[in-house]
């Protein structure tokens, strides 16, 4: 069974740092892009980057120079580390595979002072 499941999530202060994990089974790991998306109450769900299986990234100008994503293929896991963070990233994040095509249910960053 193909499962992505996202971890790491919580309440920050402004200006304070997160690291997301993906853990991903079910496929193989190392082929795979892996996708972060967020979705804010109310709102559409928007691309933040993703990790190519050779490590390659690429973010929405939003959030670069701020959040960094990594993989470690031995642990199934993509990490997302967030730093400087800011109130309008208050979101829940999610993580997507492709070509496999599966989502994780998500988890909330709340950043409020």
């Known amino acids: 069974q193909v499962q992505l499941v996202e971890s790491g999530g919580g309440l920050v202060q402004p200006g304070g740092s997160l690291r997301l994990s993906c853990v991903a089974s079910?496929?193989?790991?190392?082929?795979?892009?892996i996708h972060w998306y967020r979705q804010a109450p109310g709102k559409q769900r928007d691309w933040v980057g993703f990790?190519?299986?050779?490590?390659?990234?690429n973010y929405v100008d939003s959030v670069k120079g701020r959040f960094t994503i990594s993989r470690d293929n031995a642990k199934n896991t993509v990490y997302l580390q967030m730093n400087n963070l800011k109130p309008e990233d208050t979101a829940v994040y999610l993580c997507?595979?492709?070509?496999?095509?599966?989502w994780g249910r998500g988890t909330q960053v709340t950043v409020s002072s």
């Open positions: 990790i190519s299986p050779s490590g390659n990234t």
């Open positions: 997507k595979s492709s070509p496999a095509n599966a």
């Open positions: 079910g496929f193989t790991f190392e082929n795979q892009f």
